[in-house]
């Protein structure tokens, strides 16, 4: 069974939102305004998270615009994909991932402004691929940035375009792929790593570039 959520518009002023979902899902999110408090739960495989995907339709929205926002996301599941772009000055993004085989594929900042970013993320499982670009075409200033990973076998591609980063990272699990480009300057990445068999590469393209492990 599929079920769809279509056509979500948050308009300005709108204080909170709760999608709850099961088994193959799809959800269809535009956003545009401030001061928002977005939730968002997804439990069950094969949910979607629009913004585009296309063969696994859904196929575009999950447009997120504003200032002062702050975004809850779980997904718990298998088989999860979670595409598209926002663009948030002076928020928070606090999201959960719980599975295997799950695709993850967004941008932040990639249209406009994306400055003084609060961002946690946990993700628990295996063979899950990622693909998070950070600042993208509109370099953004701060950045706060608290990543757990817990599973092996996943792939894990970060591309950073921001000035003033803080960057967390706890990785726990084996033969995990991790790729991640710093493209400004007044980077800070610390590292607490623990597993075996990991392929780990960090491209620094700046000065002022801190990395301890």
Not at 18 to 26: H, I, R
Not at 167 to 174: K, L
């Amino acid at each position: 069974m599929m079920n769809k959520i279509l056509g979500v518009l948050i308009a300005l002023g709108l204080s909170s939102v709760v999608l709850g979902a099961t088994t193959d899902n799809e959800i269809f999110l535009e956003q545009v305004g401030d001061t928002l408090t977005l939730t968002i739960d997804q439990v069950g495989y094969g949910n979607k998270f629009g913004g585009t995907i296309v063969s696994g339709a859904v196929a575009t929205d999950m447009l997120i615009t504003g200032s002062s926002v702050t975004f809850n996301l779980d997904q718990i599941g298998n088989q999860n994909q979670l595409f598209g772009p926002i663009t948030l000055d002076s928020s928070a993004i606090d999201m959960v991932f719980t599975g295997d085989s799950n695709i993850f594929d967004w941008s932040i900042g990639s249209t406009g402004s994306a400055d003084s970013l609060d961002l946690d993320l946990a993700v628990t499982g295996s063979s899950n691929t990622w693909d998070f670009d950070l600042g993208s075409a509109a370099t953004g200033e701060s950045l706060n940035y608290d990543l757990t990973l817990i599973g092996s076998t996943n792939v894990f591609n970060t591309d950073i375009d921001y000035d003033n980063v803080v960057w967390n990272w706890e990785i726990t699990g084996s033969r995990n792929n991790i790729w991640t480009i710093q493209k400004e300057d007044n980077q800070s990445m610390i590292w607490d790593f623990e597993g075996d068999d990991a392929d780990i590469d960090v491209t620094q393209m700046d000065e002022d570039q801190l990395l301890t492990v």
